[in-house]
């Protein structure tokens, strides 16, 4: 079972695909300067259709909670977040929301190779959205893929 993976951003988007335990492929759709929105949502949808998956996991957004209002919340980034969401699920409806988590915060040396850049040493580069979406297609049941 093809299965992608989806970690959304209002500046970088990463998605994998994967087959069982197996990397098929792996991107970071990036907002480029001079770049539209529009093109931005576009290269996203073009990447996961050319994945052709038979299931696609998406991280959610939920409501901030009372901590997260003390601090300064990045509105960009939340409404570039949920245009991105929207987007794919006005693609791919039957699309799997999980809820934000840890994702991507694994041990450097848990993911495939191709998901490690070679200087990297605390996870903090570009890679990191794909790490997230590796995780993130692993964070649904299987009783929700049957169904």
Known sequence: MRIVGIDPGARETGIIVREQDTLCGATIVSFA????????????????RDYAPEVIVLEDL???TFHA??????????IGTAIV????????PHTILVPPASYGAMPLASYPDALVGVRESK??????????AWDISYATRLSQLAS
């Open 69 to 78: 209002t003390q601090r300064l919340i990045n509105a960009y980034g939340v």
């Open 123 to 132: 996870g903090r580069g570009v890679l990191r959205h794909a790490r997230s």
């Open 62 to 64: 939920v409501s901030p």
């Open 33 to 48: 300067s001079g770049e539209t929105l529009h093109d931005y949502l576009s290269n996203v949808l073009s990447t996961i």
């Open 85 to 92: 969401i929207g987007a794919v699920l006005a693609i791919h």
